[in-house]
């Protein structure tokens, strides 16, 4: 019941030599070797809403809990962004085909991850999105 | 301008189907197709608990940057917590009175990779004193 995630920065040009880092990481219960047990799959949305939307619901059970998240905005304007927030504090944007992997403490029910699609009009179409969340916690989802 | 590329490979049998993934993003300058030029690559051994800086947004010149971060650490019991937003020197950490938040924690093995918008410095703390490795790199 493994989940793996490698990622692999290639670059022929950024440097005066090659950039070549390869790296997987095989997504275990928080401290151990354990392999992660649960998911909500993979997941679309289109969004259309400038403000912030709830993506994913923080857990204050999932604090000192392994969780892995995987975003990908899928529009293909470059222009076309994604702001990513985590508790009112910007982490970063996804512009179009940029995707992001990241370990997520529920340090409290405010880390929820907010999606924004910043620049979006009636004119640009929707921002499509991909997500998907690897975690444990038994009681995931009686504990809302 | 120089082509990087990050590409990742998600691969699950958690559920009965098997969730497989990949993707690659070419990384470009914000809302452009121009390829970002600078590179930068440090590994830090870190030697206390301390919530310090990893990386400042004074040693980025752009808006847009995207960074890698990696525990190359066999001890699946160690790890960092990184956090976004400005390192302060008093206040007691994880409670709520620092102006950080915790993305995640970083155990033996894991690595992730953001987007960032320079906005606020990134930063960390290892969960024990013997000394840790990070490795970083950013792409602005």
Redesign the interface.
């Known amino acids: 019941m493994a989940t793996t995630a490698t990622i692999t920065l290639a670059s022929a040009d950024i440097a005066g030599d090659p950039v070549n880092v390869s790296k997987t990481a095989t997504c275990t219960k928080a401290g151990t070797t354990t392999d992660l047990d649960q998911t909500i799959g993979l997941n679309r949305v289109h969004l259309r809403s400038t403000t912030n939307k709830t993506l994913l619901a923080a857990n204050a059970e999932g604090n000192d809990l392994a969780a892995k998240v995987y975003i990908v905005n899928k529009a293909t304007d470059p222009s076309l962004y994604v702001t990513i927030t985590i508790n009112a504090q910007t982490v970063g944007k996804l512009y179009a085909g940029d995707w992001m992997f990241i370990p997520w403490s529920q340090t409290d029910t405010s880390a929820s991850i907010e999606v924004a699609a910043t620049n979006w009009s009636s004119s640009t179409g929707d921002v499509p999105i991909e997500y998907a969340l690897f975690h444990e916690d038994t009681d995931y989802l009686t504990n809302a | 301008m ?14 009965d189907s098997t ?1 497989s ?1 990949a ?1 690659e ?2 990384l ?1 300058t ?4 121009t ?5 930068t ?1 440090v590994t830090k051994v870190l030697a206390s608990t301390n919530n310090v800086d990893l990386i400042t947004t004074g040693s980025v010149s752009t808006t ?3 960074v ?1 971060i ?1 525990n190359p650490s066999t001890d ?2 160690e ?1 960092f ?2 956090h ?2 400005n390192n302060v020197g008093s206040g007691t950490y ?1 409670d ?1 009175t620092l102006p ?8 033996g ?9 320079v ?2 410095d990134i930063t960390i703390k290892p969960s024990v004193s013997t000394d840790m490795t990070v490795e970083y ?1 950013v ?1 602005s």
Do not use: C, K
Request: charged share 15%; net charge negative.
């Open positions: 120089a082509t990087t590329t990050a590409n990742i490979s998600l691969s699950s049998d958690i559920s969730i993934v993707n993003s070419t470009y914000a809302g452009t197709t390829g970002l030029n600078t590179m690559s847009h940057a995207y890698y990696n699946h019991t790890y917590h990184i976004i937003g994880d709520g950080t938040e915790e993305i995640g924690r970083l155990y093995g894991d690595w992730m990779f953001i987007p960032w918008d906005d606020d790199q792409f």
